[in-house]
């Protein structure tokens, strides 16, 4: 973390001008909450969708410019709201038109390409205050967590952007730099988000929709299924970005791989001693009676079922929860830590995970599945498969590959996506 400008500054104006340059669907949702709060806010996109843009948000009172130049030059904030893997060309292109004094704040989700960039493109007469809003544009700002990262600025602006935030009434979540972060976001975001990739490139290259199949009609079957559909209802390009320039993210991507590789050597070995005392090992230390659990209800999991037969029951190994549990348990992770940087999907599934692994009954039930049950190998055989794929392109930083891999599975579960959607929201704010 670079030191704070040891300059005296003045306090942010009240009356100050805010600039967003990225107006797709988080920057407008932050461009009209700051204009409902009362702030003037003007922002910028690409010159093709000035028109369009212009017509949307002039009713909300807010200005917008044909290109991000116009609010280098006139905000007092500017807060970057692109793609991480576009930062840099944004910053390189607008950057330099800075005025003095401005506070920049970037918007990205992995930090480590976006203070590249600042370092690199903005007048060092600029200070640098990072966020991260850990949400989607499905929830409004109020009630959602924001992390604030100091890097270039002094406290005055700090404590300045962090009322603007608290006037939306988010959630702030101060970090004491962008390495804490992203070491943080690749635990909670990138590796959650192979796990669920993984298990819908499963299901969709064995040509089946989970809740066709008594496998997945389960309380916690029910979780996958919403967060693997909430997931691909979104955008490639956010969860490619997370794996590919997070630096911390491929270490734990390969990490995952591995267990999830071992234990299913494991399982087709039957080597049933060696499974059991490996996977009650992973209990002890992630599930360790001193920390505070995340406790699922188990009665609103099993009301959100898409199962054609929701009568219907067949044990399921679980494979993708004894994965992470296991990887968690190699990297030396406590996810509860975590929780301070959550999202509503890593949530889920840590509160799935500690579900299964806290229930005897349950945990026993999928190891005997997992080792025996021949009749779940196939699904256990196409979700190792889907990790191998996936865990190679994150491995390869293959970002135009990791799109394309995302957006087969999407198109898939196409007809579902806003209906999964819908239910995860619903799902999500019962559970948590």
């Not at 966020?131 to 700090?158: C, D, K, W």
């Not at 579960?413 to 019962?430: C, N, V």
């Given at each position: 973390?670079?030191?704070?400008?040891?300059?005296?500054?003045?306090?942010?104006?009240?009356?100050?001008?805010?600039?967003?340059?990225?107006?797709?669907?988080?920057?407008?949702?932050?461009?009209?909450?700051?204009?409902?709060?009362?702030?003037?806010?003007?922002?910028?996109?690409?010159?093709?969708?000035?028109?369009?843009?212009?017509?949307?948000?002039?009713?909300?009172?807010?200005?917008?410019?044909?290109?991000?130049?116009?609010?280098?030059?006139?905000?007092?904030?500017?807060?970057?709201?692109?793609?991480?893997?576009?930062?840099?060309?944004?910053?390189?292109?607008?950057?330099?038109?800075?005025?003095?004094?401005?506070?920049?704040?970037?918007?990205?989700?992995?930090?480590?390409?976006?203070?590249?960039?600042?370092?690199?493109?903005?007048?060092?007469?600029?200070?640098?205050?990072?966020?991260?809003?850990?949400?989607?544009?499905?929830?409004?700002?109020?009630?959602?967590?924001?992390?604030?990262?100091?890097?270039?600025?002094?406290?005055?602006?700090?404590?300045?952007?962090?009322?603007?935030?608290?006037?939306?009434?988010?959630?702030?979540?101060?970090?004491?730099?962008?390495?804490?972060?992203?070491?943080?976001?690749?635990?909670?975001?990138?590796?959650?988000?192979?796990?669920?990739?993984?298990?819908?490139?499963?299901?969709?290259?064995?040509?089946?929709?989970?809740?066709?199949?008594?496998?997945?009609?389960?309380?916690?079957?029910?979780?996958?299924?919403?967060?693997?559909?909430?997931?691909?209802?979104?955008?490639?390009?956010?969860?490619?970005?997370?794996?590919?320039?997070?630096?911390?993210?491929?270490?734990?991507?390969?990490?995952?791989?591995?267990?999830?590789?071992?234990?299913?050597?494991?399982?087709?070995?039957?080597?049933?001693?060696?499974?059991?005392?490996?996977?009650?090992?992973?209990?002890?230390?992630?599930?360790?009676?001193?920390?505070?659990?995340?406790?699922?209800?188990?009665?609103?999991?099993?009301?959100?079922?898409?199962?054609?037969?929701?009568?219907?029951?067949?044990?399921?190994?679980?494979?993708?929860?004894?994965?992470?549990?296991?990887?968690?348990?190699?990297?030396?992770?406590?996810?509860?830590?975590?929780?301070?940087?959550?999202?509503?999907?890593?949530?889920?599934?840590?509160?799935?995970?500690?579900?299964?692994?806290?229930?005897?009954?349950?945990?026993?039930?999928?190891?005997?599945?997992?080792?025996?049950?021949?009749?779940?190998?196939?699904?256990?055989?196409?979700?190792?498969?889907?990790?191998?794929?996936?865990?190679?392109?994150?491995?390869?930083?293959d970002m135009e590959g990791y799109k394309a891999h995302f957006n087969q599975?999407?198109?898939?579960?196409?007809?579902?996506?806003?209906?999964?959607?819908?239910?995860?929201?619903?799902?999500?704010?019962?559970l948590i």
């Open positions: 973390m670079s030191d704070y400008i040891t300059k005296n500054t003045e306090p942010l104006k009240q009356n100050m001008i805010i600039g967003i340059i990225g107006l797709g669907d988080m920057g407008k949702l932050y461009a009209k909450a700051l204009a409902a709060a009362g702030y003037s806010v003007c922002g910028s996109d690409l010159p093709s969708e000035f028109i369009r843009l212009s017509s949307e948000l002039s009713p909300f009172g807010i200005e917008v410019f044909e290109d991000g130049k116009e609010i280098s030059r006139k905000c007092d904030l500017i807060i970057y709201s692109v793609e991480a893997e576009l930062i840099g060309k944004a910053v390189r292109e607008y950057g330099p038109y800075t005025r003095t004094g401005a506070v920049v704040a970037g918007q990205t989700s992995v930090k480590h390409p976006e203070i590249a960039a600042f370092e690199a493109f903005l007048p060092k007469d600029v200070e640098i205050i990072s966020l991260h809003a850990l949400h989607g544009p499905g929830f409004e700002p109020r009630g959602q967590n924001i992390v604030m990262i100091p890097y270039r600025n002094s406290q005055t602006s700090y404590d300045g952007i962090a009322t603007i935030f608290e006037n939306l009434g988010c959630e702030l979540i101060h970090m004491p730099d962008f390495h804490t972060h992203d070491k943080i976001v690749a635990d909670t975001q990138a590796v959650t988000h192979l796990g669920f990739e993984s298990m819908g490139t499963a299901w969709k290259e064995g040509g089946t929709y989970p809740w066709e199949n008594d496998a997945y009609t389960g309380g916690i079957d029910n979780v996958k299924i919403l967060t693997t559909l909430r997931i691909f209802s979104y955008k490639a390009h956010v969860y490619a970005g997370l794996a590919i320039l997070n630096p911390y993210a491929r270490t734990q991507v390969r990490r995952y791989a591995v267990s999830e590789s071992e234990l299913f050597k494991l399982m087709i070995m039957e080597r049933e001693k060696e499974f059991r005392e490996r996977l009650y090992k992973a209990r002890d230390f992630v599930f360790h009676e001193s920390r505070k659990p995340v406790l699922l209800d188990d009665e609103i999991m099993r009301e959100f079922s898409m199962a054609t037969n929701k009568a219907a029951y067949k044990p399921n190994s679980h494979l993708s929860l004894l994965s992470m549990v296991d990887a968690w348990t190699h990297l030396g992770v406590n996810p509860y830590d975590n929780l301070v940087c959550q999202t509503p999907p890593f949530r889920l599934r840590l509160g799935i995970a500690e579900y299964l692994f806290k229930n005897e009954d349950l945990l026993e039930e999928s190891i005997q599945t997992a080792l025996f049950d021949k009749s779940i190998r196939g699904d256990d055989l196409e979700f190792h498969s889907a990790v191998r794929e996936w865990s190679a392109i994150i491995g390869y930083g599975v999407k198109d898939f579960f196409s007809d579902r996506l806003e209906e999964g959607r819908m239910k995860s929201t619903q799902l999500i704010k019962r």
